[in-house]
T-cell receptor, first 116, second 115 residues
Framework: AQKVTQAQTEISVVEKEDVTLDCVYE???????LFWYKQPPSGELVFLIR??????QNEISGRYSWNFQKSTSSFNFTITASQVVDSAVYFC?????????????FGAGTQVVVTP | DTEVTQTPKHLVMGMTNKKSLKCEQH?????MYWYKQKAKKPPELMFV???????INESVPSRFSPECPNSSLLNLHLHALQPEDSALYLCASSGLRQGASDEQFFGPGTRLTVL
Protein backbone atom coordinates (compact mmCIF):
# COMPACT_ATOMS: atom_id res chain seq x y z
CA ALA A 1 0.00 0.00 0.00
CA GLN A 2 1.17 3.51 -0.82
CA LYS A 3 2.55 5.04 2.34
CA VAL A 4 3.42 8.43 0.92
CA THR A 5 1.00 10.29 -1.33
CA GLN A 6 1.92 13.29 -3.41
CA ALA A 7 -1.33 14.04 -5.14
CA GLN A 8 0.03 16.80 -7.38
CA THR A 9 1.69 15.37 -10.45
CA GLU A 10 2.83 18.68 -11.89
CA ILE A 11 2.65 22.31 -10.81
CA SER A 12 3.46 25.16 -13.19
CA VAL A 13 4.11 28.66 -11.88
CA VAL A 14 5.58 31.89 -13.11
CA GLU A 15 8.76 33.12 -11.49
CA LYS A 16 8.27 34.88 -8.13
CA GLU A 17 5.05 33.02 -7.39
CA ASP A 18 4.87 30.83 -4.30
CA VAL A 19 4.29 27.12 -4.72
CA THR A 20 3.19 24.56 -2.13
CA LEU A 21 3.78 20.84 -2.55
CA ASP A 22 1.55 18.49 -0.61
CA CYS A 23 2.69 15.29 1.08
CA VAL A 24 0.44 12.95 3.05
CA TYR A 25 1.90 9.89 4.74
CA GLU A 26 0.60 6.78 6.45
CA UNK A 27 2.33 4.82 9.20
CA UNK A 28 1.47 2.95 12.39
CA UNK A 29 4.88 3.63 13.93
CA UNK A 30 5.12 6.29 16.59
CA UNK A 31 8.71 6.99 15.59
CA UNK A 32 9.30 7.83 11.97
CA UNK A 33 11.18 10.26 9.78
CA LEU A 34 10.08 12.39 6.88
CA PHE A 35 12.26 13.75 4.12
CA TRP A 36 12.10 15.97 1.09
CA TYR A 37 14.44 15.54 -1.86
CA LYS A 38 14.85 17.61 -5.01
CA GLN A 39 15.74 15.99 -8.33
CA PRO A 40 16.74 18.49 -11.03
CA PRO A 41 16.97 17.41 -14.68
CA SER A 42 20.60 16.34 -14.10
CA GLY A 43 19.23 13.39 -12.11
CA GLU A 44 20.96 13.69 -8.75
CA LEU A 45 18.68 13.55 -5.73
CA VAL A 46 19.46 16.45 -3.43
CA PHE A 47 18.56 16.17 0.25
CA LEU A 48 16.51 19.13 1.51
CA ILE A 49 15.19 18.29 4.96
CA ARG A 50 14.71 15.51 7.52
CA UNK A 51 12.10 15.65 10.26
CA UNK A 52 11.44 13.16 13.04
CA UNK A 53 7.95 12.43 14.29
CA UNK A 54 8.55 14.09 17.65
CA UNK A 55 9.52 17.43 16.20
CA UNK A 56 6.49 19.25 14.86
CA GLN A 57 8.15 22.64 14.63
CA ASN A 58 7.85 24.19 11.25
CA GLU A 59 11.10 25.05 9.57
CA ILE A 60 12.27 27.77 7.25
CA SER A 61 15.46 27.70 5.25
CA GLY A 62 15.84 30.64 2.93
CA ARG A 63 12.99 30.50 0.43
CA TYR A 64 12.01 27.00 1.56
CA SER A 65 9.62 26.24 4.40
CA TRP A 66 8.03 23.08 5.71
CA ASN A 67 4.75 22.58 7.58
CA PHE A 68 4.57 19.31 9.56
CA GLN A 69 1.14 18.45 10.97
CA LYS A 70 0.82 15.07 12.68
CA SER A 71 -2.93 15.56 13.14
CA THR A 72 -3.43 15.40 9.38
CA SER A 73 -0.35 13.23 8.60
CA SER A 74 0.98 15.89 6.31
CA PHE A 75 4.39 17.35 5.65
CA ASN A 76 3.95 20.10 3.10
CA PHE A 77 6.71 22.08 1.42
CA THR A 78 6.50 25.68 0.22
CA ILE A 79 8.87 27.50 -2.09
CA THR A 80 8.50 31.24 -1.73
CA ALA A 81 9.24 33.58 -4.64
CA SER A 82 10.04 30.70 -6.98
CA GLN A 83 12.94 30.87 -9.41
CA VAL A 84 13.67 29.03 -12.64
CA VAL A 85 16.35 27.02 -10.81
CA ASP A 86 13.60 25.55 -8.63
CA SER A 87 12.32 23.60 -11.63
CA ALA A 88 12.73 19.96 -10.63
CA VAL A 89 10.89 16.90 -9.38
CA TYR A 90 10.38 16.97 -5.63
CA PHE A 91 9.98 13.76 -3.66
CA CYS A 92 8.60 13.33 -0.18
CA UNK A 93 9.76 10.18 1.62
CA UNK A 94 9.04 8.29 4.82
CA UNK A 95 11.33 6.08 6.88
CA UNK A 96 9.95 4.07 9.77
CA UNK A 97 12.12 3.47 12.83
CA UNK A 98 11.04 -0.18 12.85
CA UNK A 99 13.08 -0.53 9.69
CA UNK A 100 16.67 -0.72 10.91
CA UNK A 101 18.23 0.12 7.62
CA UNK A 102 16.63 3.50 7.03
CA UNK A 103 14.60 2.29 4.07
CA UNK A 104 13.04 5.25 2.29
CA UNK A 105 9.52 4.99 0.93
CA PHE A 106 9.09 7.64 -1.70
CA GLY A 107 5.99 9.37 -2.94
CA ALA A 108 5.39 9.54 -6.67
CA GLY A 109 6.97 12.98 -6.89
CA THR A 110 5.72 16.38 -7.99
CA GLN A 111 7.19 18.05 -11.07
CA VAL A 112 7.58 21.79 -10.52
CA VAL A 113 7.96 23.94 -13.62
CA VAL A 114 8.92 27.57 -13.09
CA THR A 115 8.78 29.78 -16.15
CA PRO A 116 10.36 33.24 -16.43
CA ASP B 1 33.06 16.19 2.03
CA THR B 2 29.40 15.30 1.52
CA GLU B 3 29.82 13.78 -1.91
CA VAL B 4 28.89 10.43 -3.33
CA THR B 5 30.52 9.72 -6.68
CA GLN B 6 29.38 7.27 -9.31
CA THR B 7 31.02 6.00 -12.47
CA PRO B 8 30.32 5.84 -15.30
CA LYS B 9 27.77 8.61 -15.89
CA HIS B 10 26.37 6.86 -18.92
CA LEU B 11 26.58 3.23 -20.00
CA VAL B 12 25.28 1.49 -23.08
CA MET B 13 25.53 -2.28 -23.11
CA GLY B 14 24.25 -5.23 -25.04
CA MET B 15 22.28 -8.03 -23.46
CA THR B 16 25.30 -10.36 -23.48
CA ASN B 17 27.76 -7.89 -21.95
CA LYS B 18 29.13 -7.83 -18.43
CA LYS B 19 29.69 -4.42 -16.89
CA SER B 20 30.00 -2.87 -13.45
CA LEU B 21 28.74 0.33 -11.86
CA LYS B 22 30.88 1.92 -9.16
CA CYS B 23 30.02 4.11 -6.20
CA GLU B 24 32.30 5.75 -3.66
CA GLN B 25 31.76 7.83 -0.54
CA HIS B 26 34.20 9.30 1.98
CA UNK B 27 31.79 10.47 4.64
CA UNK B 28 32.43 7.52 6.94
CA UNK B 29 28.91 6.28 6.35
CA UNK B 30 28.29 2.63 7.19
CA UNK B 31 25.16 2.13 5.10
CA MET B 32 25.16 2.17 1.30
CA TYR B 33 22.27 1.70 -1.08
CA TRP B 34 21.51 0.94 -4.71
CA TYR B 35 18.32 2.30 -6.25
CA LYS B 36 16.81 1.92 -9.70
CA GLN B 37 14.77 4.76 -11.14
CA LYS B 38 12.68 4.55 -14.28
CA ALA B 39 11.57 7.69 -16.08
CA LYS B 40 8.90 9.70 -14.24
CA LYS B 41 8.92 7.29 -11.29
CA PRO B 42 10.40 7.49 -7.80
CA PRO B 43 13.57 5.58 -6.97
CA GLU B 44 13.07 1.92 -6.06
CA LEU B 45 15.36 0.36 -3.50
CA MET B 46 17.38 -2.60 -4.77
CA PHE B 47 20.01 -3.37 -2.13
CA VAL B 48 21.21 -2.13 1.25
CA UNK B 49 24.65 -2.79 2.67
CA UNK B 50 25.36 -2.06 6.31
CA UNK B 51 28.86 -2.50 7.72
CA UNK B 52 29.82 -4.04 4.39
CA UNK B 53 27.26 -6.82 4.71
CA UNK B 54 24.22 -7.21 2.49
CA UNK B 55 21.23 -6.38 4.69
CA ILE B 56 18.40 -5.99 2.20
CA ASN B 57 17.85 -7.50 -1.23
CA GLU B 58 14.50 -6.32 -2.53
CA SER B 59 13.93 -9.44 -4.63
CA VAL B 60 16.24 -8.19 -7.34
CA PRO B 61 16.96 -10.57 -10.24
CA SER B 62 20.30 -12.35 -10.05
CA ARG B 63 21.54 -10.59 -13.18
CA PHE B 64 22.26 -7.74 -10.75
CA SER B 65 25.02 -8.62 -8.31
CA PRO B 66 26.12 -6.13 -5.65
CA GLU B 67 29.49 -6.07 -3.97
CA CYS B 68 30.89 -3.98 -1.13
CA PRO B 69 34.70 -4.34 -1.16
CA ASN B 70 35.16 -1.91 1.75
CA SER B 71 33.27 0.70 3.71
CA SER B 72 33.75 3.37 1.04
CA LEU B 73 33.01 1.42 -2.11
CA LEU B 74 29.93 -0.20 -3.56
CA ASN B 75 29.76 -1.95 -6.90
CA LEU B 76 26.89 -3.27 -8.95
CA HIS B 77 27.84 -6.00 -11.40
CA LEU B 78 25.58 -6.38 -14.41
CA HIS B 79 25.27 -9.48 -16.58
CA ALA B 80 22.76 -10.59 -19.19
CA LEU B 81 20.53 -7.59 -18.68
CA GLN B 82 17.25 -7.01 -20.48
CA PRO B 83 16.14 -3.85 -22.28
CA GLU B 84 13.64 -3.20 -19.47
CA ASP B 85 16.59 -2.81 -17.11
CA SER B 86 17.40 0.49 -18.80
CA ALA B 87 17.10 3.11 -16.08
CA LEU B 88 18.97 5.57 -13.88
CA TYR B 89 20.89 3.70 -11.18
CA LEU B 90 21.47 5.72 -8.05
CA CYS B 91 23.83 5.02 -5.21
CA ALA B 92 23.34 6.55 -1.76
CA SER B 93 24.99 6.43 1.64
CA SER B 94 23.93 7.34 5.16
CA GLY B 95 24.93 7.10 8.77
CA LEU B 96 23.57 4.15 10.68
CA ARG B 97 22.16 4.63 14.14
CA GLN B 98 20.00 2.26 16.15
CA GLY B 99 16.35 3.23 15.76
CA ALA B 100 17.09 6.33 13.70
CA SER B 101 17.05 7.15 10.02
CA ASP B 102 19.71 9.54 8.89
CA GLU B 103 19.36 11.34 5.60
CA GLN B 104 20.71 9.52 2.59
CA PHE B 105 23.12 11.33 0.30
CA PHE B 106 22.81 10.37 -3.33
CA GLY B 107 25.30 10.23 -6.14
CA PRO B 108 24.60 11.68 -9.59
CA GLY B 109 23.59 8.29 -10.96
CA THR B 110 24.52 6.12 -13.91
CA ARG B 111 22.17 6.28 -16.87
CA LEU B 112 22.09 2.75 -18.25
CA THR B 113 20.78 1.75 -21.66
CA VAL B 114 20.50 -1.92 -22.54
CA LEU B 115 20.23 -2.65 -26.25
Amino acid sequence: AQKVTQAQTEISVVEKEDVTLDCVYETRDTTYYLFWYKQPPSGELVFLIRRNSFDEQNEISGRYSWNFQKSTSSFNFTITASQVVDSAVYFCALSEAADSWGKLQFGAGTQVVVTP
Amino acid sequence: DTEVTQTPKHLVMGMTNKKSLKCEQHMGHRAMYWYKQKAKKPPELMFVYSYEKLSINESVPSRFSPECPNSSLLNLHLHALQPEDSALYLCASSGLRQGASDEQFFGPGTRLTVL
